[in-house]
């Protein structure tokens, strides 16, 4: 076989062994899901609805989840003064194991007025999987600290997962995972890598043909 078929054979190989590992790579998928809360409240039973997205960024051997809502839940009869109130969380993982993952967030950066829904902040925790494999996140009930009372907060509409994941256990080797668009940049960037080493070994072998052909005539 001449050099020349031999770069472009080394060249296609690269190329097979990109696609090869963008294929087997494990993806995320995320959905902003529609939560009911019915919340149990000092001053009565109330009802609200918030979209809710959940996100992942893998940190060494865990994963740290963020969990934002989109409209306000439960509401005050009096105005919550900035700082007045704590918002605290669970995100129930379930597939490779089932754990509950707590998740709290600052307190309200500014007042809230009577008789409005309460914006929460966005809730963060850590994720570590003891097992590798698919899990997934779904919203579990909020809790709200405000005033010396707690409001809790259930989902009553049995919501779908907000994030699917593949997950690797500690000791395991993953990528980080934050939803779709991420993913597809990350491990675009590795088929990337490996395309451009792929050419760099192909003008290798060029260079190198060239030379013995030189030295041949």
Request: net charge positive; glycine share 10%; charged share 20%.
């Given at each position: 076989?001449?050099?020349?078929?031999?770069?472009?054979?080394?060249?296609?190989?690269?190329?097979?062994?990109?696609?090869a590992v963008l294929l087997a790579a494990p993806a995320a998928h995320a959905d902003?899901?529609?939560?009911?809360?019915?919340?149990?409240?000092?001053?009565?039973d109330k009802s609200a609805v918030s979209p809710i997205d959940i996100k992942a960024v893998k940190?060494?051997?865990?994963?740290?989840?963020?969990?934002?809502?989109?409209?306000?839940?439960?509401?005050?009869?009096?105005?919550?003064?900035?700082?007045?109130m704590s918002p605290g969380a669970v995100i129930l993982a379930d597939g490779a194991e089932k754990v509950s993952v707590p998740v709290s967030g600052p307190p309200n950066p500014e007042a809230v007025p009577a008789n409005t829904?309460?914006?929460?902040?966005?809730?963060?925790?850590?994720?570590?999987?003891?097992?590798?494999?698919?899990v997934t996140f779904t919203a579990?009930?909020?809790?709200?600290?405000?005033?010396?009372?707690?409001?809790?907060?259930?989902?009553?509409?049995?919501?779908?997962?907000?994030?699917?994941?593949?997950?690797?256990?500690?000791?395991?080797?993953?990528?980080?995972?934050?939803?779709?668009a991420d993913s597809a940049l990350a491990l675009g960037t590795l088929g990337a890598t490996v395309l451009l080493s792929g050419a760099a070994g192909t003008l290798w072998l060029t260079r190198r043909g060239r030379r013995a052909q030189q030295t041949r005539s």
């Amino acid at each position: 076989m001449s050099d020349r078929k031999r770069s472009t054979a080394l060249a296609l190989a690269c190329v097979l062994a990109g696609s090869a590992v963008l294929l087997a790579a494990p993806a995320a998928h995320a959905d902003v899901v529609d939560v009911q809360y019915d919340c149990q409240t000092p001053i009565g039973d109330k009802s609200a609805v918030s979209p809710i997205d959940i996100k992942a960024v893998k940190e060494g051997d865990g994963y740290k989840l963020t969990m934002s809502f989109q409209k306000g839940v439960s509401s005050s009869p009096i105005e919550l003064g900035k700082g007045a109130m704590s918002p605290g969380a669970v995100i129930l993982a379930d597939g490779a194991e089932k754990v509950s993952v707590p998740v709290s967030g600052p307190p309200n950066p500014e007042a809230v007025p009577a008789n409005t829904p309460i914006k929460i902040t966005d809730l963060s925790g850590t994720y570590t999987p003891k097992k590798s494999g698919k899990v997934t996140f779904t919203a579990g009930v909020l809790t709200i600290k405000a005033m010396g009372t707690t409001t809790t907060c259930t989902p009553g509409n049995s919501p779908k997962p907000s994030l699917e994941l593949e997950v690797t256990a500690a000791g395991g080797d993953t990528l980080p995972q934050t939803g779709p668009a991420d993913s597809a940049l990350a491990l675009g960037t590795l088929g990337a890598t490996v395309l451009l080493s792929g050419a760099a070994g192909t003008l290798w072998l060029t260079r190198r043909g060239r030379r013995a052909q030189q030295t041949r005539s």
